[in-house]
T-cell receptor, first 116, second 112 residues
Framework: KAGVTQTPRYLIKTRGQQVTLSCSPISGHRSVSWYQQTPGQGLQFLFEYFSETQRNKGNFPGRFSGRQFSNSRSEMNVSTLELGDSALYLC???????????????FGPGTRLTVT | AQSVTQLDSQVPVFEEAPVELRCNYS??????LFWYVQYPNQGLQLLLK??????LVESINGFEAEFNKSQTSFHLRKPSVHISDTAEYFC??????????FGAGTRLTVKP
């Protein structure tokens, strides 16, 4: 089975622009979670989608949004980019919400976003 | 809601020395506990997990973690580390609502 794929792997944007990141989960997985990873804040939960519905949302401003399609692929969008949005954005998929009781989420390699 | 605290942001250690990465959690419900590892330029991988039963759980590469309910801890240990263990380690907790929360991570650096 193919793993979780994220595109693009690297992205450079300018302040004020917007960006869309894509995540393709493992086949059969219906849950997709997004995380922001920075050296200062560590791994922070952005949101989770399960069967096209946002199931949970972290403490991020409304500039961060996402969606999930019927094939379970997910996109996240960040509008009006700020320098502080520079980070590694990780996506994780699982068969159950948040990995269910087994906790097993499968992570993609991430998209490294640099905002200049 | 549950939360996780990893007490050390960085742990440097020499090769073949023992190591302990500390993790404490808080939760008002029964929890499931996990350790994930992130090697450089890669995503996270599940290292080991505690769901129920024996409080001592082991991974295939020599790590072990012990669930201590009274101290609300789930520390990760290895008796002898290798250079290849250099990575960032994340403790995570999931409660009855299936929401998983990660700690800030501990960067383990193994020096020759």
């Amino acid at each position: 089975k193919a793993g979780v794929t994220q595109t693009p792997r690297y992205l450079i944007k300018t302040r004020g622009q917007q960006v869309t990141l894509s995540c393709s989960p493992i086949s059969g997985h219906r849950s997709v979670s997004w995380y922001q990873q920075t050296p200062g804040q560590g791994l922070q939960f952005l949101f989770e989608y399960f069967s096209e519905t946002q199931r949970n949302k972290g403490n991020f401003p409304g500039r961060f949004s996402g969606r999930q399609f019927s094939n379970s692929r997910s996109e996240m969008n960040v509008s009006t980019l700020e320098l502080g949005d520079s980070a590694l954005y990780l996506c994780a998929s699982s068969t159950r919400p948040a990995g269910g009781v087994t906790g097993e989420q499968y992570f993609g390699p991430g998209t490294r976003l640099t905002v200049t | 809601a549950q939360s996780v605290t990893q007490l050390d942001s960085q742990v440097p250690v020499f090769e073949e020395a023992p190591v302990e990465l500390r993790c404490n959690y808080s939760s008002s419900v029964s929890v499931y506990l996990f350790w994930y590892v992130q090697y450089p330029n890669q995503g996270l991988q599940l290292l080991l997990k505690y769901l129920s039963g024996s409080t001592l759980v082991e991974s295939i590469n020599g790590f072990e973690a012990e669930f201590n309910k009274s101290q609300t801890s789930f520390h990760l240990r290895k008796p002898s580390v290798h250079i290849s263990d250099t990575a960032e380690y994340f403790c995570a907790v999931s409660g009855g609502n299936n929401d998983m929360r990660f700690g800030a991570g501990t960067r383990l650096t193994v020096k020759p």
